[in-house]
Nanobody
Framework: QVQLVESGGGLVQAGGSLRLSCAAS????????MGWFRQAPGKEREFVAR????????GYADSVKGRFTISRDNTKNTVYLQMNNLKPEDTAVYYC????????????WGPGTQVTVSS
């Protein structure tokens, strides 16, 4: 069973940076795509970034492209989301998710970590 635990959230001023971590366990993740999603109050959960574990191929939402970077550390089974030049509209609960490459939907989720960006 896949287990995901996020950390690294907090309060930061606009223009600042945070790095989120997602510790993954329970599987060998070479056949997985890992993703970051976020949900702001009163809004639907939205895609932020994804990385294919084996190849390192990445993808980003337009709203974060150029500011956020997703990466993974194979030795630590950890996925990161480096967030720079944060904006108040980035305020949300951020979730780590996993899916098999051959499966379309993300089926495993972490509990989330709060990111608050003050103006």
């Amino acid at each position: 069973q896949v287990q995901l635990v996020e950390s690294g959230g907090g309060l930061v001023q606009a223009g600042g940076s945070l790095r989120l971590s997602c510790a993954a366990s329970g599987r060998t993740f070479s056949s997985y795509v890992m993703g970051w999603f976020r949900q702001a109050p009163g809004k639907e959960r939205e895609f932020v970034a994804r990385i294919t574990w084996s190849s390192g191929s990445t993808g980003y939402a337009d709203s974060v492209k150029g500011r956020f970077t997703i990466s993974r550390d194979n030795t630590k089974n950890t996925v990161y989301l480096q967030m720079n030049n944060l904006k108040p509209e980035d305020t949300a609960v951020y979730y780590c998710a996993a899916r098999l490459i051959v499966v379309g939907n993300f089926g495993s989720w972490g509990p989330g970590t709060q990111v608050t960006v003050s103006s």
